[in-house]
């Protein structure tokens, strides 16, 4: 029992090391975005709506506060639009000229945490990056600026007192739930579901695990079972020994972050992974270097092992959420570092943050170089076969993409996270079900959006270009096109996020973003400089 508490404590210190310094800043009060209108209509857009169902337009969709009221065919691409065909518009209404334009639902972000204090960045700054790339709503696992912070950005969200997405809020297990920041030390069944109910009670959406004493997540997940409330587990490499993917989804778990407890549920010839002898989990560079050896060491693809814990996933209605944009740098770390945004969107502080460093969490470069890299392609290619696969039988996959680390900035990691999913062989209609649908159903919030139809809010985003082409239209920077004249444009970039009817200039958002790190910047003379290198 001893050594099981000091594996829990040492996780939770690494955890309150990422999160709970102090409360980041909370976003200001909405001064974005206009509407919302009794009655709005957006007019001409070609619909993507997130069921598989291929583009369809010119369509006039009527919003009505705040729910969709009617998705109307309006005629014939390259033909003259006849008005008698469209809705009317009522008095005091809004019409938005979208003819041309791609509409989606919009995107859902499953594990996207509120900035934090080690990074420096504040709610607006991270609020408008994910809003500027057309994500509407965001989970938080675990509150790392506390529930009550979280709770409180959520209830001004829903009421859009703020610019930002809505917000789901998971309280990491174990946390205080009086306000106060640090975890308890939960070593019985009963203390276990005593926490779950406070936490319900609280007003919380869900709880994130880490893994535990196996009676311990059993009584939990079965406690927050009985309260309706949904789960999401990062498998800590301190329990996946006796507690993997698979015992949490029997006992109750509705989703899993990463991949984590996923490979070790797929041992054949073996019951641990393959440490060095040397190996320290308090050293980020062994953890995330043997990590990339993992998936080589489960079943084979589409071995019995494999294919049994896959299909009883999938029995159990269970989501992965894998976030592989925030390993990427493993096994590209030069890319990473040089993605074009960092210069005008990431901020000084979080630069800093994420130079190699020995206490920051996900700073874990202290040498890293071509074995690790070629072990994490490795990774990658299983990994992406297990998901593909996945989605393949039936199963839930949703983008997720846990930014803030490892040179993965909030907003731009998520259309690389699309990037990925379809690298892993996903068709780009099966990519915007992931970032729609597939998310409100993991959340429980499927009722009200992830889909254009009648009924549901008034969650989209609209896009210049088509998204099916080129995913790389997303980012907030565009794509590069060269035009007939010879000349190299950008294009895309998604033109309009609206959110709850709201209509936000989404390239907007970006610019006031770009901003704060000029002000940032300014204040220090400070320039983005490569790790070891001198600056200018």
């Given at each position: 029992?001893?050594?099981?508490?000091?594996?829990?404590?040492?996780?939770?210190?690494?955890?309150?090391?990422?999160?709970?310094?102090?409360?980041?800043?909370?976003?200001?009060?909405?001064?974005?975005?206009?509407?919302?209108?009794s009655?709005?209509?957006?007019?001409g857009?070609t619909?993507?709506?997130?069921?598989?169902?291929?583009?369809?337009?010119?369509?006039?969709?009527?919003?009505?506060n705040?729910?969709?009221?009617?998705?109307?065919?309006?005629?014939f691409?390259?033909?003259d639009?006849?008005?008698?065909?469209?809705p009317?518009?009522?008095?005091?209404?809004k019409?938005?000229?979208?003819?041309?334009?791609?509409?989606?639902?919009?995107?859902?972000?499953?594990?996207a945490?509120?900035?934090?204090?080690?990074?420096?960045?504040?709610?607006?700054y991270?609020?408008?990056?994910?809003?500027?790339?057309?994500?509407?709503?965001?989970?938080d696992?675990?509150?790392?600026n506390?529930?009550?912070?979280?709770?409180?950005?959520?209830?001004?969200?829903?009421?859009?007192?703020?610019?930002?997405?809505?917000?789901?809020?998971?309280?990491?297990?174990?946390?205080?739930?009086?306000?106060?920041?640090?975890?308890?030390?939960?070593?019985?069944?009963e203390?276990?579901?005593?926490?779950?109910?406070?936490n319900?009670?609280?007003?919380a959406?869900?709880?994130?695990?880490?893994?535990?004493?196996?009676?311990?997540?059993?009584?939990?997940?079965?406690?927050?079972?009985?309260?309706?409330?949904?789960?999401?587990?990062?498998?800590?490499?301190?329990?996946?020994?006796?507690?993997?993917v698979l015992?949490?989804?029997?006992?109750?778990?509705?989703?899993?972050?990463?991949?984590?407890?996923?490979?070790?549920?797929?041992?054949?010839?073996r019951?641990?992974?393959?440490?060095?002898?040397?190996?320290?989990?308090?050293?980020?560079?062994?953890?995330?270097?043997?990590?990339?050896?993992?998936?080589?060491?489960?079943?084979?693809?589409?071995?019995?092992?494999?294919?049994?814990?896959?299909?009883?996933?999938?029995?159990?209605?269970?989501?992965?959420?894998?976030t592989?944009?925030?390993?990427?740098?493993?096994?590209?770390?030069?890319?990473?570092?040089?993605?074009?945004?960092?210069?005008?969107?990431?901020?000084?502080?979080?630069?800093?943050?994420?130079?190699?460093?020995?206490?920051s969490?996900?700073?874990?470069?202290?040498?890293?170089?071509?074995?690790?890299e070629?072990?994490?392609?490795?990774?990658?290619?299983?990994?992406?076969?297990?998901?593909?696969?996945?989605?393949?039988?039936?199963?839930?996959?949703?983008?997720?993409?846990?930014?803030?680390?490892?040179?993965?900035?909030?907003?731009?990691?998520?259309?690389?996270?699309m990037?990925?999913?379809r690298?892993a062989?996903?068709?780009?209609?099966?990519?915007?079900?992931?970032?729609?649908?597939?998310?409100?159903?993991?959340?429980?919030?499927?009722d009200?959006?992830?889909?254009i139809?009648v009924?549901?809010l008034?969650?989209?985003?609209?896009i210049?270009?088509?998204?099916?082409?080129?995913?790389k239209?997303?980012?907030?920077?565009g794509?590069?096109q060269?035009?007939?004249?010879?000349?190299?444009?950008?294009?895309?970039?998604?033109?309009?996020?609206?959110?709850d009817?709201?209509?936000?200039?989404?390239?907007?958002?970006?610019?006031?973003?770009?901003?704060?790190?000029?002000?940032?910047?300014?204040?220090s003379?400070?320039?983005?400089?490569?790790?070891?290198?001198?600056p200018?």
């Amino acid at each position: 029992m001893k050594n099981l508490k000091a594996k829990t404590f040492l996780f939770a210190c690494l955890l309150l090391s990422i999160y709970v310094k102090a409360q980041i800043e909370k976003a200001p009060p909405r001064t974005d975005g206009e509407g919302p209108w009794s009655q709005l209509i957006i007019r001409g857009v070609t619909v993507i709506d997130g069921t598989l169902s291929p583009p369809i337009g010119p369509v006039d969709i009527v919003v009505e506060n705040n729910r969709i009221s009617s998705v109307q065919v309006v005629g014939f691409p390259g033909m003259d639009i006849d008005p008698n065909r469209r809705p009317k518009l009522k008095p005091g209404g809004k019409e938005l000229n979208a003819e041309g334009m791609y509409l989606l639902p919009g995107f859902v972000d499953t594990h996207a945490h509120i900035g934090g204090t080690s990074q420096g960045t504040p709610a607006e700054y991270v609020y408008k990056l994910w809003m500027g790339h057309g994500i509407t709503t965001i989970c938080d696992p675990g509150s790392g600026n506390g529930i009550d912070w979280v709770l409180d950005q959520k209830e001004k969200s829903a009421k859009n007192e703020i610019t930002a997405p809505r917000i789901q809020a998971y309280t990491w297990f174990g946390s205080n739930l009086n306000g106060e920041r640090g975890r308890g030390d939960i070593t019985t069944p009963e203390a276990a579901r005593e926490w779950v109910r406070a936490n319900a009670k609280k007003g919380a959406d869900g709880i994130k695990f880490g893994g535990g004493l196996p009676e311990v997540m059993t009584a939990a997940l079965d406690e927050n079972k009985k309260m309706g409330l949904r789960s999401k587990t990062h498998h800590a490499q301190l329990y996946v020994g006796r507690w993997n993917v698979l015992h949490s989804a029997r006992a109750g778990l509705t989703s899993m972050e990463h991949w984590y407890g996923l490979p070790e549920a797929m041992f054949d010839d073996r019951t641990v992974q393959n440490y060095s002898l040397d190996y320290n989990y308090q050293n980020e560079q062994d953890r995330f270097g043997e990590a990339g050896q993992l998936w080589a060491q489960a079943a084979k693809p589409f071995s019995k092992k494999w294919n049994e814990v896959m299909d009883e996933l999938i029995s159990l209605d269970f989501s992965l959420s894998p976030t592989m944009v925030i390993y990427e740098a493993n096994r590209d770390l030069q890319r990473a570092r040089r993605a074009e945004w960092h210069e005008e969107y990431t901020l000084p502080s979080l630069w800093e943050f994420y130079a190699p460093s020995r206490q920051s969490h996900g700073s874990y470069w202290h040498y890293w170089g071509t074995e690790q890299e070629i072990d994490w392609k490795e990774n990658y290619e299983l990994w992406m076969a297990f998901l593909n696969e996945y989605k393949n039988r039936g199963g839930r996959v949703t983008v997720g993409t846990d930014a803030g680390f490892i040179y993965q900035l909030y907003g731009f990691a998520y259309p690389r996270e699309m990037e990925l999913l379809r690298e892993a062989g996903f068709h780009p209609l099966e990519v915007i079900k992931a970032a729609t649908l597939n998310g409100a159903e993991a959340l429980g919030l499927d009722d009200e959006i992830g889909t254009i139809k009648v009924g549901k809010l008034a969650d989209f985003v609209i896009i210049e270009e088509n998204p099916l082409e080129n995913l790389k239209a997303l980012y907030g920077t565009g794509a590069i096109q060269l035009q007939q004249d010879n000349s190299i444009e950008r294009v895309g970039g998604v033109k309009y996020t609206i959110k709850d009817g709201i209509i936000y200039d989404a390239k907007k958002l970006l610019e006031d973003v770009r901003k704060i790190v000029e002000e940032a910047k300014a204040k220090s003379n400070y320039q983005i400089v490569q790790p070891g290198m001198k600056p200018e």
